[in-house]
């Protein structure tokens, strides 16, 4: 990959020889004929909604989907409009890793092709303190930070395997019904800085280690459980090759809409559910009228930060109440600048740039696209995403391409114009990808994806994958096999 380290991209090759067990999900092509066809409502039409409905669907169950958007996919977007033909940019979910076994379950079931991202042999570039560092291989890095005389010339990747490495070798299988075992608890009592800080990493170590991935996972660093940012580097240590959905992301997602045909009922936000033990009932608003779906069954497959706006009677059980009140999703603003061409590459750059900068990270993201246009990401996460976001779209593009320059100086001689999407304002998601504080994984993941009687709950934030399509995958065949077993 050429891509520089971020959350979704950190440590995928110096983790590449770390080895941990990873149970393998079951993947049967289906989950078998249904004893008695069922009447069952999704809520959500993203990957997690969609696969749900389609598993149920073969099974031989009548399904219908209520969307409140009028597209399928959730946070798997595609932008297209704003680029000449032939470019686009994605807004949400891009890389599929050769471990997210379910993900390449569906794509080969559904005929959708992908393709392997390649390496640059260009170099990547820090900034950090308003020095632009440039990463050599072979090359001692020399950090504008004050290093113990153990770190010093040591690069980002090694320091990382320094003092976060040994750790992922106790993590075992990270899908096992009882994880975390008792081992890893005290991991979430304590943020991920300060278990740097017990590691013994020195501060300017830290501040080196905190770019990119550690203060991508929602307030940062200082305010994350150091067991969730664990958890997650600790998910790309078997990864040895990334690959990128052919033609765009929402090709994916528009072939399991293809699959569902008129089973999805678009422009239905859900703003009530009733439930008791002999089914369920939903109402949506549309254009100022209200219309009512029941079913004998109901899978919740939209993020925890919709339904606090939807009414539910009876109640859910407090635990639920509380795990859909207090889990976070991440900020995330994400900027996107089409150049005349990819100029970087003249200079032996990938455009890949990790900093301490409002922008935090830079990325190449032409490289997969045809024609010889550039398209450049800037990928904003936490407090620096809210203040971002707090701009106008014309002063976010102008303010990212300024701080942009300063890591690749000659951008406004090549920039044509741009787009931006910002998580926290998209109505139907209210952020991205979910994070935990100190704590919260202990008391809160118990009850995430626990049936509240005949409601049933799906997404990337309920599997141990969050913020990936593998995990919203995963979570929606989950909750299909829970209605097809229910009494």
């Known amino acids: 990959m050429s891509e520089a380290i971020n959350r979704r991209t950190f440590l995928q090759r110096s983790f590449a020889a770390t080895a941990f067990s990873l149970a393998q999900p079951d993947l049967r092509n289906h989950l078998g004929n249904a004893g008695i066809a069922r009447k069952v409502i999704v809520i959500g039409a993203g990957l997690a909604g969609m696969v749900a409905a389609y598993e149920l669907m073969q099974a031989g169950h009548e399904v219908t989907v209520l969307e409140a958007r009028k597209r399928s996919g959730g946070r798997v977007w595609t932008l297209r409009d704003d680029y000449p033909e032939g470019l686009y940019a994605e807004a949400g979910a891009t890389n599929v890793f050769d471990n997210h076994a379910w993900t390449m379950k569906y794509l080969k079931l559904l005929g959708v092709a992908i393709d392997p991202m390649e390496s640059s042999s260009g170099a990547a570039l820090y900034y950090l303190r308003g020095k632009r560092v440039l990463l050599k291989p072979g090359n001692a890095v020399d950090w504008p930070v004050a290093l113990n005389a153990d770190e010093k010339g040591l690069s980002r990747s090694q320091l990382w395997a320094k003092y976060v490495i040994p750790m992922l070798k106790e993590f075992g299988d990270l899908e096992a019904a009882n994880w975390p075992p008792a081992s890893l608890k005290r991991l979430d009592q304590i943020s991920f800085a300060e278990f740097l800080r017990q590691q013994g990493a020195s501060p300017g170590a830290m501040e080196i280690l905190k770019l990119g991935l550690a203060d991508q996972l929602g307030d940062g660093a200082e305010a994350t459980s150091a067991l969730n940012l664990l958890r997650e580097a600790a998910l790309r240590a078997t990864v040895k090759q990334a690959f990128y959905i052919r033609g765009g992301s929402d090709t994916f997602t528009k072939a399991f809409a293809a699959k569902l045909g008129d089973r999805i009922h678009y422009g239905l936000p859900v703003v009530r559910i009733e439930h008791d033990a002999r089914g369920v009932r939903v109402m949506c608003q549309q254009a100022g009228h209200q219309k009512t779906f029941t079913a004998d069954s109901l899978i919740c497959a939209i993020p925890f930060s919709v339904p606090k706006n939807v009414t539910v009677s009876p109640g859910f059980s407090p635990a639920k109440q509380q795990a859909i009140a207090q889990l976070g999703n991440t900020s995330v603003v994400r900027v996107f600048l ?43 996460a936490g407090a620096k995403a809210r203040k971002l976001a707090a701009l106008s779209a014309d002063e976010r593009l102008s303010f990212t391409v300024k701080q942009m320059e300063l890591v690749l100086p000659h951008l406004s001689q090549h920039y044509e114009g741009g787009a931006s999407v910002c998580w926290d304002q998209e109505e139907w998601t209210r ?28 997404g990337d934030h309920l599997s141990p994958w969050p913020g990936w399509m593998n995990g919203a995958l995963q979570s929606g065949y989950r909750a299909a096999r829970e209605v097809m077993q229910a009494t």
């Open 431 to 458: 952020g991205a990808y979910a994070w935990f504080k100190p704590g919260q994984m202990e008391t809160l993941l118990p009850h995430f994806a626990q049936p509240e009687g005949r409601v049933h709950f799906a």
């Open 338 to 380: 089409q150049t005349r061409k990819r100029f970087w590459l003249d200079e032996g750059l990938t455009a890949a740039a990790t900093t301490d900068l409002p922008i935090m990270t830079a990325y190449d993201k032409a490289h997969y696209l045809p024609g010889t246009r550039g398209m450049l990401e800037a990928y904003v």
